[in-house]
């Protein structure tokens, strides 16, 4: 039997994945990603919009409680924890980038951490559980994106992740629920209901919601279709269901279930170096290659013998802004990313401080400085390019260009390099126990019996009864 539906089909595929469809690739990868987005998302729990969501958040009140990650203080019912844990892992817009453009992992993880809290005692949620749902949200986002042309490109009108990071939250939430195919169905049609966001918003303290919203709205359309609640039925097949997003909408099938392959197999993700939009990372490695010109004994720039910067990019227009003002907008400027490189060298998370935004300096080179768009520089995270050119008062030109920065999925981050940016994320907010734990539990994650251990070190648990449950997991072959 094949189904007559797209929608269909994708129901069939989310109730039928199981642990065994997984690939040693598929899981390494997944592993990192998770890792990562839980040392972003731990990081960003000392942003002020993180604060703000908190905030708000702490007005609802249920039997049910998860954890607020970084804070074992209080607690909060599960879409209010995977709402503001999402918000977290976006706050500083330091999460994973997939291609086609999304960022597919800040909208799973805290849906699926939040509701395995609250499941029955008696069900217990492995290791293996978390990973086999965590990809299934994170295949079903992906799979949505290649239904259009214009989702390969950065995108203009809508942010990607309030579309199908919504859909792949709720695909994972009814998957880890074990829901059956008619609800997978109806979960899906659910979902699409609460999805897009504006990308006017992007650079702006609202975009984190984005992601927030994806994972709790997802994680409600699961609840929902678990009390019966239906949808349209046919909800990825029609062009006022999910292509009402797109203009060139073209749903397709699934591999079948007897061979399946994922995306992920396929497709590796890009992990940051820096917090802010990937498109500066380009933009960061040619200029920090260019310095070493321009540098003179005591490793400073002389900025005053500088006349002119150009900075050839593709045209994006919300990564185009001269003179940020906020650390939202420095996030999402190529020239403060340019300028930022050429003065220190490197981008950090203090780069985007007020102290640094604001320096003189700074504010010198970005008035020198121009973007370019060359026809041939496409706005496409899988093949653009920028080259950073320098002119002097006396008329030397310097140029470097950078076609893959380091942390791209063409050249990803050294394992030690991606533990290195989990522990220094981490550390700020966690004790070193509980850092080393989470890197631990992580790495052994397929082994790992119940996924409590996850839930307690996140919130700051010292405990060495759930260090050695962890270690005993960790050494079973």
Known sequence: FFPQTVT??????IHGLNASHLTDLVIQR???MILDTLGVGLLGTSTEVFH??????????????????GHSDFRLPPLYAAFVNGVAV?????????????????????????LSEVLPQKQKFSGL??????????????????????????PKRFHPPSVVGTIGSAAATAKLLALDQFKCKAALAVAASYAGAPMANAATQTKP??????????????????????????????????????TDYNPRFLPTLQSYSWLLDQQDVAIKRFPAHLGTHWVADAASSLRKYLVESDDSVPFSRIKKIVVKVPDVRYVNRPFPNSEHEARHSFQFAA?????DGSISIQSFSEQNISRPELKELLSKTKLEHPADNKPSFDNLYCEVNVTLQDGKVFSERCDTFYGHWRKPLSTEDLKKKFHSNASSVLSVEATEGIIETVDNLEKVEDCFVLSAFLKGTQSTKVLSKIVKHSNNP
Not at 97 to 112: F, M, Q, Y
Not at 130 to 151: D, K, P, T, W, Y
């Open 209 to 246: 919601l984005h992601i927030g919203n994806a994972a709790r709205h997802g994680l409600e359309a699961t609840c929902l279709t678990s009390l019966g609640l239906q949808g349209n039925k046919q909800i990825l097949d029609m062009e006022s269901g999910l292509g009402a997003f797109y």
């Open 339 to 343: 300028c930022t490189a050429l003065l």
């Open 90 to 114: 976006h706050s500083m817009d330091f999460d994973d980038t997939w291609h086609p453009a999304t960022h597919p992992s800040g909208a799973v993880l805290p849906a699926l951490l939040a």
């Open 52 to 69: 703000k969501v908190i905030q708000y958040s702490k007005i609802y009140h249920s039997d049910a409680s998860s954890t607020v990650w």
């Open 30 to 32: 997944s592993k990192r």
């Open 8 to 13: 269909e089909n994708f129901a069939n595929v």
């Open 129 to 154: 559980d978390l990973l086999l749902a965590f990809n299934v949200g994170i295949e079903v986002q992906g799979r949505l994106m290649c239904f259009s042309n214009e989702a390969s490109y950065v």
